[in-house]
C-alpha cells in the first residue's frame, strides 16, 4: 500500500557500452491505495464472452471469477472503441453475483451493426492481479 505522501520514482537505463540515462519523476498519493499485482500467467480469470446492444447503449462483459468491485466499477479501466472510433464509457457496474460488468455509453453511439471493441486497463481479479482483457470485434445488435 502506498501511504499519502510524496514519492520519486527513478529509472535508471544502460546501453552495453554501460553509458546510462536517468529519469525522474515525482509522484504524490493524496489517497492511499493497494498496489495490485500483475500476475498474467496464474490469472485465471478472464473475459468469457461479450455483447453490445444499440437500443440500451450499453456493452455487457463476463468473466469467469471474480473481479475487484471496485476496479471492475471504473469506467476510467475500460476502452471502448466503436468502428475505429474511441468512445467513452460513461459507468461501468459490476454484479459480483455473475461476474458480469455493464458499461453505458453515451445514447446514441451504437448502432445496429456496428463494429465494437473492449480493451481493459488496471482491470484486477479479487485478489489483486492484474487482468488485461480484451474483445474480439463484436457486432453490434
Known sequence: MLLNGSYNLIAIAYDKALNSTRAQIMVTVRKSVSIARSDAASAAVRLSSASANAAAASIQLRFI??????????????????????????????NASNNSVSLSLPSGSLHSGDQVSVQTSGLADAQGVLIHAQSGALTVR
Do not use: R
Open 65 to 94: 471469477g471474480a473481479l475487484d468491485a471496485d476496479a471492475a466499477s471504473d469506467p476510467a479501466n475500460y476502452v471502448v472503441t466503436v468502428n475505429g472510433q474511441a468512445i467513452i464509457v460513461e459507468s461501468a457496474g459490476y
